[in-house]
């Protein structure tokens, strides 16, 4: 079936669009339906690239408001940890449901995602329909390095073959829960497979204090020197990185992706030295981190807090534009994670922005976006050609809510 969406306004342009197998076929002022297409009338509605979600646990919806107000290693030993050696594949099939309802909402379309059970993850995700890129968390504290190859080749295998619009990744932990034989493994099977690396890097002082006592050396140094820094690679947080960390991630062509949100509700005590990343060249994306420690997957309230925190570090206001907060917040920053234009040709992803909500009714569109708006201005998403929401409204989302529901119930955690 194909899509046509009439009237909608784009950079002060009246434009119409045409979608035809998960494509845009055109886009432009002149444009009109095909017989037979889906007519969507915009009434004047903006016609906006989706968000981007560089970095969460999408399934950690079920443990939202539990253990909140904890420092870091008290809420992941008391709370979560425990939590997690009961989740079962069901548990993570409806928690990941609910976050792509929230996603949906609130106009992200994209994420890369690291958790248990990613096979069941994946699965929500096509279900949803949305795009995802997927690997499980691999930890091997054991130092058991056949059973982390043995699970990152399982699910890498089992995630490719099912295809759609999901794809895996490696999703090494971090630093200090993976040995440096495992790492180097990785580095080796992602490069032999084309399959792209996700890690947490740099998150905490404490994490850069114990590499350079292990290793002798920075976090990004050494994630180097095993072979992980590449273009493949995803770094998420990367608080700590210093000048010459960023400097060699940008000659890498690595991506950055700053979780200012969770950052700063886990008190990690620093900011992700963006200027510094900028002027090296870094490529950057916007995550929210997993919804148990942010607790939000609005990426409207995490490109503000972006915003925000790096001004405010740098005591210049000047130092970020909402320009170049929302480019960041879409995609259009670090090309890994794989946001596309809207042009013909590309994939037919794209929100319906409310031009008549109070937040962007009027002023500058784009400082709108940035620092007034919320993800209720999301009127319509649309995924390869598929209306997902529209009117605000996500079909089956009040059935996903309560399985998600009697799920955390299950795993004692509401
Ligand atoms: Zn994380």
Redesign the pocket.
Known sequence: VSLAVVGATLEDETVSLRCEDGLIAALGPDVAPGDGDDVIDAGGALLSPPLVNG???AAMTLFRGYGDDLPLMRWLEEKIWPAEARLDADDVYWGTRLACVEMIRSGTTRFWD?YWEPEAGARAVRDAGLRATVGPPLIDAERDGARLREAAIETVESIAERGGHVSPALAPHAIYTVSEESLRWIADFSAERGIPVQI?LSETEREVADCIAEHGTRPAAYLDDVGLLGPATVL??GVWLDRAELELIAERECTVVS?PV?NQKLAVGGVFPYPAAREAGVRVGL?T??PG?NNSLDLFADVKAFALIQKHAAADAAVVSARECWEVATGRRAPLLGARPLAAGEPADFLLLRRDAPELSLGDLTAGLVYSAGGSVVDTTVVAGRVLMSGGEVPGAGEVTAKARERAERLGVC
């Open positions: 970095h969460t646990h690291m947490h998420a947080h979780n969770a995550g981190d997993g420690s």
